[in-house]
Structure formats: C-alpha cells, structure tokens
C-alpha cells in the first residue's frame, strides 16, 4: 500500500527567505507525484509534478520540486517567498496501476511572516 | 489549462433533505472524476471514483445509499447528498482527470455544504 507523509504540519517563514516543505512517500511500485496548493475555501491548485526523467521539476510561482528515489521523497522548495505563499500545501502520489487515484500528504500549512 | 467548476458553492439546507452537488470540466473531457471530502484543517479524503456512462466506485467506509453519484457525460459528474444530516456538514471537492493527461487531476473549487 502506498503512503504520503509530510512531517511538518506548519511552516513559518520571513518573507523573501527559502522554504523547504517536506514529503516522503512509500510505494512498491513506480510512483507519479504532485504538489498542490489549497488557499483558504478554494480548490486545489496543480503547483508541479513528476512523471519520469529529470528529477528536478520546476512549476508554477517559481517553486521546484526534487524526485529522489534512494530517499523516496520529493521536497517542494521556494528560494524567496511572498506573502501570497501563505497557504496549504498538500503531496500526493499516484501509482500507475490505472486507478489514476492519489493519496494525499496531511498537509503542511506555510506561514510567510512579513 | 484545465478548468473545473463546481456549482453551488456554498449551499445551507435542514436535516432530512437532500442536496446535489454538480462538477463540471469547462474546457476537456473527463472520462473519469472523483469526489472528495475535507475537513476542517484536514486532508482529502477520497469518497469515490466516478466513471462516464459506469457506476461508481465507492472508498471503504462511505454509503454509496446516501452519497449518489452520477456521471451521465464527459463533463459533468454530480454528487446528491440524500437525507442530509449534520454531520455530512463538510467542504466537498471533486477532481476530473484530462483524457489527454491520463496522470493528473484538476481539482474544483470546492462545495461548502451546512446541514442544519
């Protein structure tokens, strides 16, 4: 069976400082992964996601995403954040058995601080 | 890119009745949607997988009796919610997966439903 985890629940950060926001997955089988972003009663908003090839996959609002198998995590990175970051971030994975269904990560909320 | 809407988005109803919830993929087809059920402060938790012209597939654990689900087109899947009680109060959201990206979800902006 497959799992997401994201350790941190809460993440504070200055504005225009780096962030690092955490996911670990367990899986059997090859994986797609994604990070989505969930501002405050809205839907879930595609930020980036990783098919296969290059392991560094960059997406939208200047945020990156690193696949790294040996670990099995897939760390979503910001070099500056805005105020506008300010929100819930949830991993999720997907495997390729042809469900097409995702599990998703706890969440981790980003707090940008002015 | 791809664009799903979800009508109504907030809706207040008493106890007993019943409320339906409409997804729709504006600009692709979705052979397939899915419906999720979020909590405050929580994750997403898959309800069901709804096909075009098939029936549902529903998670462990949610009574397919009392969250209809159907998807009559490639764009459209709803969601009744039969016999509403409070504790259905939730945020609702459904996904629809892009037949030309057989790998990602689109999600909608979400149903804020009140049973009082």
């Known amino acids: 069976a497959q799992s997401v985890t994201q350790l941190d629940s809460q993440v504070p950060v200055f504005e225009e400082a780096p962030v690092e926001l955490r996911c670990n997955y367990s899986?059997?089988?090859?994986?797609?992964l994604f990070w989505y972003v969930q501002y405050p009663n809205q839907g879930l908003q595609l930020l980036l996601k990783?098919?296969?090839?290059?392991?560094l996959v960059k997406g939208i609002n200047g945020f990156e995403a690193e696949f790294n198998k040996s670990q099995t995590s897939f760390h979503l990175r910001k070099p500056s954040v805005h105020i506008s970051d300010t929100a819930e971030y949830f991993c999720?994975?997907?495997?390729?058995?042809?469900?097409?269904?995702?599990?998703f990560g706890t969440g981790t909320r980003l707090k940008v601080l002015a | 890119g791809a664009v799903v809407s979800q009508h109504p988005s907030r809706v207040i109803c008493k106890s007993g009745t019943s409320v339906k919830i409409e997804c729709r993929s504006l600009?692709?087809?979705?052979?397939?949607m899915f419906w999720y059920r979020q909590f405050p402060k929580k994750s997403l938790m898959l309800m069901a997988t709804?096909?075009?012209?098939?029936?549902?597939?529903?998670e462990q654990g949610v009574e397919k009796d009392k969250f209809l689900i159907n998807h009559a087109s490639l764009t459209l899947s709803t969601l009744t919610v039969t016999s509403a009680h409070p504790e259905d109060s939730s945020f609702y959201i459904c996904?629809?997966?892009?037949?030309?990206?057989?790998?990602?979800?689109?999600f909608g902006p979400g149903t804020r439903l009140t049973v009082l």
């Open positions: 996904s629809a997966r892009d037949l030309r990206e057989t790998d990602t979800q689109y």
């Open positions: 899986s059997s089988v090859s994986v797609y």
């Open positions: 990783y098919l296969s090839g290059s392991t």
């Open positions: 999720a994975v997907s495997d390729d058995s042809g469900t097409y269904k995702y599990i």
């Open positions: 600009d692709f087809q979705a052979t397939t």
């Open positions: 709804s096909n075009e012209g098939s029936k549902a597939t529903y």
